[in-house]
């Protein structure tokens, strides 16, 4: 069962998303608001999805997803948006969201979409608004590195890029510690997001099976 972190500034607003979810199967963990985002619901209750409600005033907005990325690494991260406004989505996408969905997406297919941003299946990357300098050491490189970093970005695990690319793990490993060594970065989390910043994943990503 997939389990759902809510984050919305109201009750009644949490609760109104959590009843489709719950009806869809999910488990619904619990109720957040933006300002409790280092909460023991968020370290330790290990969700598999966060889905926050779009706030009022996008640093307050940015900061939310944000400080629920750090907290939440290995969460995927769902935004409910009243409008899909390009550059308030490109900021979002920096701040670590996977996905997002608008609030008129119909209430019976809401768990549905969960389960499939849950599962990997879904992932948009929104084009940066300003083309940035693409990092002097990443221009170098190698095609096989960036394909890890390619698939790695789409959101697969070391095993299933070892198996799309008929390698092992520790190749991939090998590659991916070049990868961090030449964008400047520690993590798959950091590398993926300069990967999409800087357009370095090309126009399509895979979609994780």
Do not use: W
């Amino acid at each position: 069962m997939i389990r759902v972190l809510v984050v919305a500034q109201r009750a009644a607003t949490a609760q109104a998303i959590a009843r489709p979810l719950q009806r869809g199967g999910c488990e619904v963990i619990g109720y957040l608001d933006g300002q409790r985002a280092r909460s023991p619901l968020v370290i330790d209750g290990r969700p598999d999805v966060v889905l926050i409600d779009e706030e009022a005033g996008a640093e307050a907005h940015l900061n939310t997803v944000a400080s629920i990325r750090a907290a939440a690494p290995k969460a995927k991260l769902v935004l409910l948006v009243e409008r899909l406004e390009p550059e308030l989505l490109k900021l979002s996408l920096g701040a670590g969201i996977d996905a997002a969905l608008t609030k008129s997406v119909s209430p019976a297919h809401l768990s549905v979409l969960v389960a499939e941003v849950a599962a990997g299946n879904i992932f948009h990357a929104f084009a940066p608004a300003v083309a940035a300098p693409v990092p002097l050491l990443a221009r170098h490189l190698t095609d096989r590195e960036s394909e890890v970093l390619r698939l790695v970005a789409s959101g697969l695990s070391n095993q299933r890029v070892a198996r799309q690319l008929t390698v092992t793990e520790q190749t991939v490993k090998f590659h991916l510690s070049n990868v961090y060594r030449k964008l400047g970065v520690t993590n798959r989390t950091e590398a993926s997001h300069l990967a999409h910043v800087y357009g370095l994943v090309g126009d399509a990503l895979p979609h994780a099976a």
